[in-house]
């Protein structure tokens, strides 16, 4: 079982910035098996995808996140990180850590960290 564990989320002004990160347990060589990536939930709506990047360090970015948020992973680690740029209103939401693995097509996902954009 794969275990993932997100940091980094709270509260900023609009403009502010943040930087997420997400540790797994995921052991070995096995991490470049995993297409890593960062969803949000906001009240009242479905879970959306933010960015994603996998092992070659292809990274497809959401049209909402591209200029103002970054992810990059770190396979030493085993980690993947959010860097929350430029930030928004819109922007507050639970961000969910996400482990796809490209073989068993089977995703894991964090608990979730909050970010709040407000004055």
């Given at each position: 079982?794969?275990?993932?564990?997100?940091?980094?989320?709270?509260?900023v002004?609009?403009?502010?910035?943040?930087?997420l990160s997400?540790?797994?347990?995921?052991?070995?060589?096995?991490?470049?098996?995993?297409v890593m990536?960062?969803?949000?939930?906001a009240?009242?709506?479905q879970?959306?995808?933010?960015?994603?990047?996998?092992?070659?360090?292809?990274?497809?970015?959401?049209?909402?996140?591209?200029?103002?948020?970054?992810?990059?992973?770190?396979n030493?680690?085993?980690?993947v990180?959010?860097?929350?740029?430029?930030?928004k209103?819109?922007?507050?939401a639970?961000?969910?850590?996400?482990?796809?693995?490209?073989?068993s097509r089977?995703?894991?996902w964090?608990?979730?960290?909050?970010?709040?954009?407000?004055?």
């Amino acid at each position: 079982q794969v275990q993932l564990v997100e940091s980094g989320g709270g509260l900023v002004q609009p403009g502010g910035s943040l930087r997420l990160s997400c540790v797994t347990s995921i052991s070995g060589s096995r991490f470049s098996f995993y297409v890593m990536g960062w969803y949000r939930q906001a009240p009242g709506k479905q879970r959306e995808l933010v960015a994603t990047i996998n092992n070659d360090g292809y990274i497809n970015y959401d049209d909402s996140a591209k200029g103002r948020f970054t992810i990059s992973r770190d396979n030493t680690k085993k980690s993947v990180y959010l860097q929350l740029d430029s930030l928004k209103p819109d922007d507050t939401a639970i961000y969910y850590c996400l482990a796809r693995n490209v073989i068993s097509r089977v995703n894991y996902w964090g608990q979730g960290t909050q970010v709040t954009v407000s004055s």
